[in-house]
Structure formats: C-alpha cells, structure tokens
C-alpha cells in the first residue's frame, strides 16, 4: 500500500512538474544538442542556454516518461511557455529549428561559396578546402564546379553544416538536368548533358525574360550547327572574372582563354552560372527559329534578326556607341 502510494504520489508530482512552465532567460532561446549526447549531458547544455530547468529534474522526467532514449540531435529553438513536457517531445521527436538560403538563378560558384559560407546558422565546413576538395566530398565526379548546382531555396536545420547544403543543390541539378536532357528535341546539336548545362548557363546570362530564352537558346542552336561562334558577351566576362570591371573592351574580345566564343568555336569550357528550370528546358528544347542574330534593345528585350545586315541595323538602332551581344 505505501509503495503504491508513493507510486502515484511521484507520478503526480511528475505530471505537475512536466506541465508547468518553465523560466527563460530570453523570450527565444537556441540551443544545440550535439550528436552522441546522452539525455544527462543535453539537459546540461539546456541548461547553461537560459533554460530555466535543473537538469537532473529534466533527466529523470524523461527517464520516467520513458524518451529519454529517444532525444535526437539538432538545433532547438524554445519560446516563452514552454513546459519541461513540451521540451521533453521536441527533443524526442527531433522537432529541430529550421532556417533557410537562397541560391540564385545565374549565380556563379564563388558567389553561393560565399553564402553559404558566410550564413549564420549554417557551420561553415567547407572553409579551407578547395573547390575540387568540395566536389569529391558531395561525391561530384566533374572537375570544374562552375553550374553544377540547383538555384533554389534551400531549407536546413540550424548548425548543420554548409557542405550538407552543397550536396542537395548538386543532386537537385543532375535531376533536373537528367530530366531535360531525357526530353530534349532530337534535333539538338548538344552532344550531352553537361553541354545542355553549358548552354543553359549562357542562356540563364544573356536574358532574364521567360518569353525569350526560347528563341535566344534557337540563335545559339542555330550557330552550333552551322559552325558560327557563339560569340556571347557573358562567357568571356566570365573568363575575365573575377577581374572584371564592369566594361568589356575590344581587347577583352581579342584576348584568347578557354570562355571566349568569340576566339573559339563551339561552347566554351564549363558553364559559367547556375542555370534555373526554364533555361535548362530552353537549352535543350529551344523555339524553331532561323535567327542566327540578337541584340538587347535597352528596356530588357532583344531584337531577333536572320542576317548580319538586319543585325547591323539593329545595333545601330539600340546600341549606337555600344556593343552587341
């Protein structure tokens, strides 16, 4: 009888106790329970974060409700109210805080290093190693990293690691590379994937109108397979980064490396962004078009033409002391 009664009496006071709220040192408070902490040493962490619980209390209330083998690692974010119960399932359950980043459409390699690097709630793991250090960690087999990852928003636990978010975006882009290259026209002159990746890099720089990636994909189409030089401003910009003024000379376009479509035939050596879905799509799928020409009229719309004279007089027209495309 006086076992029993103890019994519930401690089950009483665990209920009360598990419901109550407990004291925070701050209205949100972070903390991080590492991989490989026992329920003991995670209340002890709790603890010295501003979470007003003693952690043997918090130990023997999980130990009584039966998760303190249960708790799973991450970054925990708490809020005023929050009862010892509330912390003890967030823990177990893995209710882990999130955050997110954002890599852009025709974002180069060193600019999303660069975020995720620099983000706060991402460890930066990366730092210090090189580019082709990162590559054979995600398990990427390509050389070069240029193009090789989805533009997207990317949500991730806080405090993990920023090498974690490197992998997901690589192996988001060879789904969806995988994807448009499976549908691609059969008149392509592309000779694989990574050349769709390549152009569609290309794509991604020289206009950011939906309406017409497809036909300025059909103006390069069209030059692959007649032999033309793509002839494109953005790579060899590219091959001139991170150096780059902001204002490309003749010497520029006479000054020969591995991006210059204008001193070499044929796409240049990788990409030179991260493509987003509609320019993968118009890479491999461009409009039926017979233009061979285009140049950018100013208000972020191009002039199509068929032949160097219509083209001529389309840079008159919109580029009077300027360049085209």
């Known amino acids: 009888m006086l076992l029993a009664a103890l019994a519930v009496a401690l089950l009483s006071l665990a209920l009360w106790l598990a419901h109550r709220p407990v004291r925070l040192e701050a209205p949100v408070i972070d903390f991080t329970v590492q991989r490989g902490l026992g329920m003991r040493q995670a209340a002890n962490v709790i603890a010295r974060a501003g979470v007003g619980i003693e952690p043997r209390l918090l130990t023997w209330l999980a130990v009584v409700t039966g998760r303190a083998n249960r708790i799973k690692a991450g970054s925990y974010e708490v809020h005023?109210?929050?009862?010892?119960?509330?912390?003890i399932l967030k823990l177990s359950d893995g209710d882990v805080s999130q955050a997110s980043v954002l890599l852009v459409e025709g974002w180069t390699f060193r600019q999303m290093r660069q975020t995720l690097e620099s983000t706060p709630e991402l460890v930066p793991d990366t730092v210090g190693l090189t580019d082709a250090e990162i590559l054979n960690r995600i398990g990427a087999s390509e050389a070069h990293p240029e193009g090789l990852f989805f533009p997207d928003t990317y949500l991730f636990d806080k405090r993990s690691g920023s090498l974690a978010v490197f992998k997901r975006a690589y192996v988001a882009m060879q789904q969806r590379l995988a994807q448009a290259w499976a549908e691609r026209d059969p008149a392509s002159p592309l000779?694989?994937?990574?050349?769709?990746l390549i152009l569609a890099s290309i794509i991604e720089k020289e206009t950011g109108r939906p309406d017409e990636r497809g036909l300025v994909a059909s103006v390069f189409a069209n030059r692959l397979r007649l032999g033309m030089p793509l002839q494109t401003d953005p790579t060899v910009i590219y091959g001139l980064s991170p150096g780059f003024d902001g204002r490309l000379r003749r010497k520029d376009l006479e000054t020969d490396h591995p991006w210059n479509t204008y001193m070499r035939p044929g796409l240049p050596l990788t990409p030179i962004a991260m493509p987003g879905p509609d320019s993968l799509r118009a890479a491999v799928r461009p409009q039926a078009s017979d233009f061979l020409y285009f140049v950018a009229r100013g208000d972020g719309s191009s002039e199509f033409s068929r032949n160097l004279g219509d083209h001529?007089?389309?840079?008159?027209?919109?580029?009077?002391?300027g360049r085209n495309n």
Do not use: K
Not at 80 to 87: A, D, F, S
Not at 191 to 196: I, L, N, Q, R, V
Not at 313 to 321: H, L, P, Q, S, T
């Open 80 to 87: 005023e109210g929050l009862t010892p119960w509330q912390l």
């Open 191 to 196: 000779g694989s994937p990574y050349e769709a």
């Open 312 to 321: 001529n007089r389309a840079v008159e027209r919109y580029i009077r002391n």
